[in-house]
């Protein structure tokens, strides 16, 4: 990536980006009252278990959805089923990370609570013994790309936006997304798209490896997922699971043993009013844009 | 690697590498009674040695040609050669890695005396002081395959394969094998490789960077190998070594702390019954096929 | 990089970059006694400073440059200047690195203070939180190539040489030196060229990714960096920098915690007569190479 490339990166999430944090912000999000915050499908012919945040339009997490995305995760290790597909029922958007309506004013134990539950379910998806596939279906931005980038393979639609842009609200990224980032992407492209907090293309994504597949459509990436998935059928799965958990070890191991640390100086992080003041600044930024 | 690729490349294992271990398991093996199992030539023009397995067709590991190679390894130190060039003697196979036979109902003691004369080695090929470089006249599977990325270059016949693939056998590859992976090719491809088990094409293996090149036939292969190792005429050979030795020092450091819990770990592992079942449904796959 | 690519390589190296310092060593440098050795120039405008070792023609580093430098890298954190470009007055070289007159019979005293002084130099560098970029105006060699590395961007112009070749002149490259090079570059280039010293032309560092850019000239090089540090303009400061710092914990924490014990290393090193027999060589073999 040379600094041309890098700045109509930054130009593209200046324009369609921050509408996206913005309208979760804005808007009244019908879905959810009433419905599962997460939708499990299971495939009885294949085994595979297909996970969908369900909170349209923009998929972003709060509290009660990353409680209830940590039992579906449970779920689906204790099924033993084959492999978990993770997408979302939002026409447009994979996920767009945490919901900045939980960040801004924040309670101090809803919050501690939110980042439990969130390393919580990191720390499941990212060490399950079970092969795991992200299907893209739209954008994934901050917390929404660490979950793709927790997955074994990412398969995402065209014209969508992947990054972790933490660092443009002020929150710098923590040193496991650091080493997440280096597990999947080079060293090189690592450093620059973290202290930019570079949202990127698919084709883009594509292009640094952020992504594995670019898929038609949503169904597409479905079909793709459960190939991506079928590729283990034969592999004894202990054997596949310890593998995996010998190579993502320092990622688990920094997100277990550092759990309680991180959680406290996230509540820190978030509640310092310089904080609040720069996530402000970034919505204020983002509705001058639209 | 897209999964389609992927999947191509376990077929062609499913074909070809199946037969391999199985040949190497139901074959009786003439050159393992009278002759050296490890066949060194030093040519004094140059300081070079070349070091072979000589245990055609399969070129697999028993603990009588361990306990051999490592002397062999001791004697290119200790005799202070310029570098050292891997190869086998078998027309086919630059080694099958772990001979299958060690590993089915294995007796403890000869167990534990191969997966310790295997790690000394891996330490002592991963640590040299002097310049190493594989020529892969063939097949290289298993310990095999890691043999070779233990030298510090790897050039390769046209039309063979190439993998670690123990998790097809249902045994976890180790945190080391896992370090050692990263250190030649990308983060993706090794976690893909590995939790796959993915044995690669001559091809592949120059595309991800496994191998750094592609030789017509042995003799080019060998030719190239000098060409490698003649780079480092001028180097001072301890700056060299030790800088090495610092590229390389998670990998040595892990060898080195854990070896007898690793010893320990593999026999445990390969006595487990459900470990024997994998390896004879491996094998049992392996026949179906032929 | 295969064999052959290597091989030219080092053929350029001993053409030029020999030749580079033995010129260091034998010419009088003329700016080293009445001017400053670091000029600082702030672009009031932007907010950037330019930092230039002006010490022509080899702009390479004596006790003195160093502990200037480490006052200027000061200056730069503590008025809060938006980013850093470093470069050089020389014609045609960024940095030989360290002086070779400085290690050639060194008194000890000096020696360990001129070592203390680089490290502080690479720490307060490595990992400073304003954004960084190198423009190389020519040759960057030793620890001229590690300096450039430790900035965040690089942007060099044609037809110079660039790399890490102390082991050529017997020096083994220190542990921290190869993870700041597996920040950058792919860790199978690593390993090649941290042990054979190698030193790249222009094209070759962009396509290993150890640069960036190339730029015309020094003013199109002066531009391209203001270009790379203004993309961080509306990113959070402290968020932006404590990210970079993840990023480089590891560099970080080996080259502060090891401060003493490398300073100690490096004085018995050098003083070492065999290392003393290694310098002059290298230097005899320029000299006949000319």
Chains 1, 2, 3 share one sequence.
Request: proline share 3%; hydrophobic share 40%; aromatic share 8%.
């Amino acid at each position: 990536m040379n600094s041309t490339c890098l700045q109509k990166t930054t130009r593209i999430l200046n324009k369609n980006v921050f509408k996206c944090f913005l309208n979760s912000h804005i808007r009244n999000q019908s879905s959810a009252t009433n419905q599962s915050l997460i939708l499990t499908d299971v495939n009885d012919k294949t085994g595979f278990a297909t996970v969908a945040f369900n909170r349209p339009p923009m998929s972003n997490f709060t509290l009660e959805l990353l409680q209830d995305f940590s039992k579906s995760l449970d779920e689906v290790e204790s099924k033993n089923y084959k492999g978990m597909i993770l997408t979302s029922t939002s026409p447009t958007v994979f996920s767009a990370g945490l919901d900045l309506k939980e960040l801004l004013n924040p309670e101090p134990a809803r919050l501690k609570a939110l980042r439990t539950a969130y390393i919580d379910c990191c720390i499941k998806l990212y060490s399950s013994m079970y092969p795991t596939v992200a299907a893209i279906n739209g954008h994934a931005i901050g917390g929404g790309c660490f979950i793709a980038m927790a997955c074994e393979y990412r398969i995402m639609l065209p014209n969508s936006k992947i990054g972790l842009n933490e660092t443009q609200l002020g929150i710098a990224i923590p040193e496991v997304a650091v080493h997440a980032t280096r597990n999947i992407i080079s060293s090189r492209d690592a450093e620059m798209a973290l202290t930019l907090g570079s949202v990127f293309t698919t084709d883009e994504a594509l292009k640094i490896g952020l992504i594995d597949e670019v898929a038609e459509n949503k169904e597409d990436a479905l079909a793709k997922s459960e190939k991506f998935l079928s590729l283990f059928k034969k592999i004894p799965k202990r054997a596949r699971g310890i593998t995996k958990q010998f190579f993502r070890k320092k990622v688990i191991d920094l997100m277990t043993n550092n759990r309680e640390k991180d959680v406290e100086a996230f509540v820190s992080y978030v509640m310092n009013p310089a904080s609040q003041k720069s996530f402000q600044a970034f919505l204020d930024e983002a509705k001058n844009k639209k």
